[in-house]
């Protein structure tokens, strides 16, 4: 798992706080992304980024705004959160390639999030 | 667009024995599917993905998967198990975003494997 690693691991917050996610890959991938993992759900995809430009929003709510300023770093900006967005955060990682590629992602261990 | 179904919340199998995860897939054109394994508290962990070629695909931690046209099936295996294998797998299948071309996976609901001692 130090492939790719996410800060903190675990993150308690009131409904008025602003906090961030940091996800960080030290495999030299060009594409990050974010997911919600929530029980009983399948994984949702959040964001998408492709060499530094988001590629996917997929309908993800405002209070959520993702930022990467490289290609090895990702964040998730969080403020005026509902205790219904609490969930494990994971990040990952790929090597894009264009045609008939196939990207293998790589996660992190996500952050554990829990909104009250 | 592609999906994949996990019909199974939870397989219980004693170790020592040999296991299968079921995953089935509905896709248009040719399958690009893979298999990976969460631990408690955990991110995903990649054991083994399906492209082209021979149908019966070897993974990390010993696991194989088989993959199945005729059935749409691609399920995974042990041939004994652990009780270390206990964790939560989910299958996935290649799809692209709209409008894009980028590629994404779309993930099953999961299923927990519990091996017994």
């Known amino acids: 798992e130090t492939g790719v690693t996410q800060t903190p691991r675990h993150l308690v917050m009131g409904m008025t706080n602003k906090k961030s996610l940091k996800c960080e890959q030290h495999l030299g991938h060009n594409a990050m992304y974010w997911y919600k993992q929530s029980a009983k759900k399948p994984l949702e995809l959040m964001f998408v980024y492709s060499l530094e430009e988001r590629v996917e929003n997929n309908s993800v709510p405002s209070r959520f705004s993702p930022e990467c300023p490289n290609s090895s770093h990702l964040f998730l900006h969080l403020h005026t959160l509902q205790p219904e967005d609490s969930a494990l955060y994971l990040c990952?990682?790929?090597?894009?390639?264009?045609?008939?590629?196939?990207?293998?992602?790589?996660f992190g261990p996500g952050t554990r999030l829990t909104v009250l | 667009a592609q999906s994949v179904a996990q019909p199974e919340d939870q397989v219980n199998v004693a170790e020592g024995n040999p296991l299968t995860v079921k995953c089935t897939y509905s896709v248009s054109g040719n399958p690009y599917l893979f298999w990976y394994v969460q631990y408690p508290n955990r991110g995903l962990q990649f054991l083994l993905k399906?492209?082209?070629?021979?149908?019966l695909v070897k993974g990390s931690y010993g696991f194989e998967a088989e993959f199945n046209k005729s059935q749409t099936s691609f399920h995974l295996k042990k041939p004994s198990a652990l009780v270390s294998d206990s964790a939560l797998y989910f299958c996935a299948v290649r799809d692209y975003l709209a409008n894009t071309g980028f590629q994404k996976l779309v993930f099953g609901t999961g299923t927990r494997l519990l091996v017994s001692p």
């Open positions: 990952a990682s790929s090597q894009t390639t264009s045609g008939g590629g196939t990207d293998t992602q790589y």
């Open positions: 399906y492209i082209t070629g021979d149908n």
